[in-house]
């Protein structure tokens, strides 16, 4: 089984970052690291919405951990260091027809995606609003139901990985004609995101692409989910950053 983790900008990995690539082989599956112009190994350029090469590194990563996870199944997993094998979760998915992915549990209630503020930050009517607000209050309150957004393994063209696919690129499709007028100028951008003190105009909350989706569907398909992937480690400040 395979270990996709993706590196899509220009700037060379950190010494930190590198170290932890190397780590990646605990999990015993097939790291394959790719960069963006190895991205024609595995896909065709057309298969991409036309708003990707607009988006930010960090959300066209959201977008690929999508698009990959739908097609080709397998792992996924940041650029963070893993001191544990996967494939106790690899053998545990093999066979268990009824199980369709694993992860680690979700780690904080914080951690969880803020639909109210992407609601907000995208001017969405009151009842839409209200109802992210209700939707993120009952997912951070059973926060330990989901899984993490770092590290996961999936069947491919599951249910889940359809909704999640076809999610992610409708979104794209409504932000599209604004991202032409404010492409991304930045790794790490978000909607709402100041940068050099000045607000950025680039249209795509932080969490919509991966977060926003992914948090809602685990909780709907919890039962068809392991929680026992061994977590990444998070505890330093070198990857506070997108560099």
């Given at each position: 089984?395979?270990?996709?983790?993706?590196w899509?900008?220009?700037?060379?990995?950190?010494?930190?970052?590198?170290?932890?690539?190397?780590?990646?082989?605990?999990?015993?599956?097939?790291?394959?690291?790719?960069?963006?112009?190895?991205?024609?190994r595995?896909?065709?350029?057309?298969?991409?919405?036309?708003?990707?090469?607009?988006?930010?590194?960090?959300?066209?990563?959201?977008?690929?951990?999508?698009?990959?996870?739908h097609?080709f199944g397998?792992?996924?997993?940041?650029?963070?260091?893993?001191?544990?094998?996967?494939?106790?979760?690899?053998?545990?998915?093999?066979?268990?027809?009824?199980?369709?992915?694993?992860?680690?549990?979700?780690?904080?209630?914080?951690?969880v995606?803020?639909?109210?503020?992407?609601?907000?930050?995208?001017?969405?009517?009151?009842?839409?609003r209200?109802h992210?607000?209700?939707?993120?209050?009952?997912?951070?309150?059973?926060?330990?139901?989901?899984?993490?957004?770092?590290?996961?393994?999936?069947?491919?063209?599951?249910?889940?990985?359809t909704?999640?696919?076809?999610?992610?690129?409708?979104?794209?499709?409504?932000?599209?004609?604004?991202?032409?007028?404010?492409?991304?100028?930045?790794?790490?951008?978000?909607?709402g995101?100041?940068i050099?003190?000045?607000?950025?105009?680039?249209?795509?909350?932080?969490?919509?692409?991966?977060?926003?989706?992914?948090?809602?569907?685990?909780?709907?398909?919890?039962?068809?989910?392991?929680?026992?992937?061994?977590?990444?480690?998070?505890?330093?400040?070198?990857?506070?950053?997108?560099?």
């Amino acid at each position: 089984m395979k270990l996709f983790c993706f590196w899509l900008g220009d700037n060379a990995l950190s010494d930190a970052r590198r170290s932890a690539l190397s780590t990646l082989k605990n999990t015993g599956l097939d790291v394959t690291f790719l960069r963006y112009d190895d991205l024609g190994r595995y896909i065709n350029h057309s298969d991409l919405h036309p708003a990707f090469p607009l988006l930010c590194d960090a959300h066209k990563a959201d977008y690929l951990r999508a698009l990959f996870m739908h097609r080709f199944g397998g792992g996924y997993s940041d650029i963070k260091w893993i001191e544990r094998s996967w494939l106790e979760e690899v053998h545990r998915l093999e066979k268990n027809s009824h199980l369709i992915a694993s992860g680690y549990p979700e780690v904080d209630p914080l951690h969880v995606a803020n639909n109210y503020l992407c609601q907000q930050l995208l001017g969405a009517s009151l009842p839409a609003r209200l109802h992210s607000y209700i939707q993120t209050t009952y997912l951070r309150r059973h926060y330990r139901d989901l899984i993490g957004n770092g590290a996961f393994i999936f069947k491919p063209g599951t249910s889940f990985t359809t909704q999640w696919w076809t999610e992610v690129n409708r979104r794209l499709d409504n932000l599209h004609d604004e991202l032409l007028q404010n492409p991304a100028r930045f790794p790490r951008e978000g909607k709402g995101f100041k940068i050099h003190g000045i607000p950025s105009k680039y249209p795509v909350p932080w969490v919509y692409l991966l977060g926003s989706i992914v948090h809602p569907l685990a909780m709907r398909y919890r039962h068809q989910i392991s929680r026992n992937l061994p977590p990444l480690t998070f505890s330093t400040d070198e990857f506070s950053s997108y560099l």
